[in-house]
Each structure stands twice: as C-alpha cells, then as structure tokens.
C-alpha cells in the first residue's frame, strides 16, 4: 500500500487533532502539568521535548506492533488486502470529518480505550511531579496509551500498512502533528489552539484529510475494478 497517504493523514490529522487535545481533553494538562521547584516542568523545553519524545516512541512501537499483526493477517488471508486498504481509506475520511466539523465520530474508540487507562493511571501519577529526565521519558511513554479516538483511529491505519515500518512511521507522523501544540505552553498554546480550533481551519484541513482518503480508497476501487475488466475481456475473447 502506497505510505504518503496514511503519512500525510497521519500528521495533518495531528496537527488539527491537537486543539481537541488542548481543548477538549482537560484531564491531559492536570496529569501532565509536571511541577518542579514552584513552576511547571511543561515551561521548560528540554522536560517538554523529552516526554514528547517519550510519546513519540510509543507510538512507534505501538504502530509497529498493529502493523505486524496486519501484516501476518494479510499473509494468511492474501484476499484481506483490497478490504482492509478500502478500510483504511474509509477511516482517514471519517478523520477528516471528525476534524472539519466537529463530530465525534471517534467517541465509541475512546470510550473503549478509557477502561485500559483506568489500569494505567495509577502508574503515571507515581511519576508525578517529574523531577528528572527518565522520569519525563517515562511519563511520555505511558502519554502515549491515553484514550484518544484519534490515535486509536491512526492505529487501525497503521495495521493496514501491514508494515512495520511503515506502521511506526505512521505513527510518528501523527505524534510530530501533535507535538507543536504539546510543547507550547500558556499564551501560546492558547493561540495555537484557538487558531486550529477556527471553523474555516478546521474544514479546509479536515476536508483535505477527507481527500486523502478518497484517494486512498480509489486504489483499491480502480484495482477491483480493472481486475473486473480484465476478466470480462479474457471471457469475451474466449466467446
């Protein structure tokens, strides 16, 4: 499957996507606003790009992992590949209109994921206040497992890769989209997050990822149906 579809989704979808994390997902700035000597460890930017990078590398692995998994699928099933490429496309569409007007299509992803950061939470917090960099590392590799729809979302796209690599790379696209916004704090974070939030921004992005994804699904579409055409003319000519 050609990669620069699901890499340019990934991180365009990061990078819209980051203003509901900022917005919407106020657990993530009380779990994640790290105190240190009397001012947040988030102020900092070598503590902030360490659990950025923390979280990037999680979801490279983990976008590894699936891809692995679609990847043995594939092998055994050969027929599954034009099914799950339609699925891929099928899901960097409902990205983009989640993005471009504010559905919330991905709610039932997050909702499942929310039972899985139960048993994780408790974990994160024993890291609290981050006081060192492996500390920072660590927490930024659990950030990672946070219920997102978003990331789940990316995730299925990255077992369809049904590449390791190119599942990890993926994902790292994604977590570049996002990191922008992740590392800027106060005022800035606030404008950045108002300007992804704006109606217009959010459509002609979201609608871009939308394209994307119809072209995604057009390979596989046009695959089927030359195959179709092709049949039909070898039987014609036996005829």
């Not at 997902?25 to 102020?43: P, R, T």
């Amino acid at each position: 499957m050609e990669l620069w579809p699901t890499i340019a989704a990934g991180f365009v979808a990061g990078l819209l996507g980051s203003a509901h994390c900022l917005g919407m997902c106020a657990g993530i700035s009380g779990l994640f606003a790290v105190n240190a000597g009397g001012k947040a460890a988030n102020a900092s930017l070598p503590m902030a790009l360490t659990y950025n990078l923390g979280r990037l590398v999680s979801y490279a692995v983990l976008g590894g992992i699936v891809a692995l998994f679609g990847s043995a699928l594939v092998d055994v099933i050969p027929k599954l590949a034009a099914p799950v490429r339609l699925l891929t496309g099928a899901i960097i569409a409902l990205i983009g209109l989640q993005i471009a007007f504010n559905w919330r299509i991905l709610q039932p992803l997050e909702t499942m994921g929310a039972t899985i950061w139960k048993r994780i939470a408790p974990v994160a917090q024993r890291l609290l206040p981050v006081t060192s960099f492996p500390r920072a590392l660590g927490l930024g590799l659990l950030w990672g497992l946070l219920p997102c729809g978003l990331v789940y979302s990316m995730l299925l796209i990255s077992a369809a890769t049904a590449n390791p690599v190119n599942g990890a790379l993926t994902m790292i696209a994604f977590g570049l989209g996002t990191t922008p916004a992740m590392v800027m704090t106060g005022i800035g974070a606030i404008t950045l997050s108002r300007f992804m939030g704006r109606k217009r921004t959010r459509l002609v992005a979201g609608l871009l990822i939308v394209a994307v994804g119809l072209l995604t699904l057009s390979m596989p579409v046009s695959k089927l149906f030359g195959d179709a055409d092709s049949m039909h003319g070898h039987q014609h000519s036996a005829q």
